[in-house]
């Protein structure tokens, strides 16, 4: 199956999405918002013309509102049109005045050079890192980049736990999760690196986070893989409800104890500055 394939068939289903997404916030020992986080010590009252890379239903746009300039616009872009409605209302709600783009990262050789004051991606762009350059092109000379990333070891303990289950029914050895083959395009560990070429000024800030899950709550862990199960269960050979149903299993013995389960969840924040194109690229 096609990446953009599969990924299409992860984020789709926008109603999955949101109950994951609110799954995440109830289970973090971090409470703080990764975007407000991010935004804290900058001053972007006078971007005017913003860019949200991987939109989805507008998070980051909504953490814009009072942040802004008064007659600030957004133009959100994402492979999934099903997001369309719900970024434009969290445009709306942050008073701003918004757009989409459906079709991904390949909309961005349609804008021009320097038309953008505010880039943002958060949890994106190891979907597309070639588009790094296209981003610095697009990046007014005083205009910022936050992207928000992973660790490269997120979830380490699902992949690990997928990983043993599927190599005790004597499939999958080795080889990384589709997952972990994404994450590793621009993880924390390697972010700054693809960035430096086309950057001056790169901060980092790291985003500390773990998920805990009481034993009685520890089966909500399936609705978050069967949500991501097309980037962890393609190609091992199983079927998802085959390797749901040997995760659940484990779950129920967690369940029945008395420890937590502890997922890791760190992230790292770059801010961008000074973008490099043309006659400023080494």
């Known amino acids: ?59 980051f746009a909504e953490s814009l509102k009072g942040r802004v300039h008064p007659q600030a616009t957004i133009t959100g872009v994402d492979v999934v049109e099903a997001y369309e409605p719900m970024f ?27 038309s953008f004051d505010l880039i943002l991606c958060s949890y994106a762009l190891y979907f597309f890192p070639d588009a790094i350059g296209d981003i610095a092109r697009l990046l007014s000379r005083e205009g910022i980049f936050i992207a928000i990333t992973h660790h490269q070891r997120n979830a380490g303990e699902l992949i690990d736990l997928t990983k043993n289950i599927l190599r005790a029914e004597g499939l999958f050895h080795e080889k990384e999760l589709p997952f972990e083959t994404i994450i590793g395009r621009f993880s924390s560990e390697n972010g700054e690196a693809l960035l430096n070429p086309w950057f001056g000024k790169i901060k980092t800030i790291d985003y500390l986070n773990s998920l805990v899950f009481p034993p009685a709550d520890v089966l909500q862990l399936l609705e978050y893989l069967r949500f991501k199960s097309p980037l962890y269960f393609m190609g091992t050979g199983r079927d998802t409800e085959a390797i749901l149903a040997l995760i659940r299993e484990y779950l129920v013995g967690v369940s029945s104890g008395k420890n937590s389960l502890t997922i890791s969840k760190d992230d790292r924040i770059f801010i961008c500055a000074l973008p490099r194109h043309g006659e400023n690229k080494p």
């Open 1 to 59: 199956m096609p990446e953009r394939v599969r990924v299409q068939e992860v984020f789709n289903d926008v109603r999955a999405h949101r109950r994951v997404a609110d799954l995440i916030r109830r289970f973090s020992t971090n409470k703080r918002d990764v975007r407000q986080a991010a935004m804290e010590a900058l001053d972007i009252k006078g971007c005017r013309s913003i860019l949200d890379l991987g939109c989805a239903f507008g998070s």
């Open 88 to 114: 434009l209302d969290a445009c709306r709600r942050a008073g701003m005045s918004g757009r989409f783009f459906p079709g991904g990262a390949s909309v961005l050789k349609t804008f021009a050079d320097r």
